[in-house]
């Protein structure tokens, strides 16, 4: 008989690393078209909307490792940036340069709920932030 908690976690394993291939590709091709340099030659930090001990945290983590595999460059992963409903981090990656070298780990929340029912979320996800991939698809109950 199968363990679900097993499945569960080899599933989310899964989903991590293939995002975190379509996330190094996609940063790969977005660092090649804008920079003149070589992409990525220095550190690149990963904002997480929620804590480091959460499921998000989890995720995050494991995409950075893969992703520093993948790249050859150190992900700095800033998971304590919660609070505000995760706004806190959406703030800090819209405040960062757009040169590739910050991702945002957002939610439904932080790309979907607060930006049409908080008057006080500063973040359009539609204005501020670039898309590169969907990591999970996880069902609310």
């Known amino acids: 008989m199968n363990n679900p908690r097993k499945s569960i976690w080899r599933n989310?394993?899964?989903?991590?690393?293939?995002?975190?291939?379509?996330?190094?590709?996609?940063?790969?091709?977005?660092?090649?078209?804008?920079?003149?340099?070589?992409?990525?030659?220095?550190?690149?930090?990963?904002?997480?909307?929620?804590?480091?001990?959460?499921?998000?945290?989890?995720?995050?983590?494991?995409?950075?490792?893969?992703?520093?595999e993948v790249l050859g460059q150190p992900i700095e992963l800033l998971g304590h940036e919660s609070g505000k409903s995760g706004n806190i981090a959406a703030e800090a990656a819209k405040a960062a340069a757009p040169d590739g070298y910050t991702i945002f780990m957002g939610t439904v929340g932080n790309m979907s709920l607060l930006p049409n029912t908080w008057k006080g979320y500063t973040v359009d996800p539609l204005t501020d932030l670039v898309p590169l991939t969907q990591i999970t698809d996880t069902p609310d109950v």
């Open 12 to 68: 989310l394993a899964q989903t991590a690393y293939r995002a975190s291939l379509g996330i190094a590709a996609a940063l790969a091709v977005t660092g090649s078209a804008t920079a003149q340099e070589d992409y990525p030659n220095k550190p690149i930090t990963m904002y997480i909307s929620f804590a480091v001990t959460g499921s998000s945290g989890l995720v995050g983590q494991l995409i950075a490792d893969k992703m520093e």
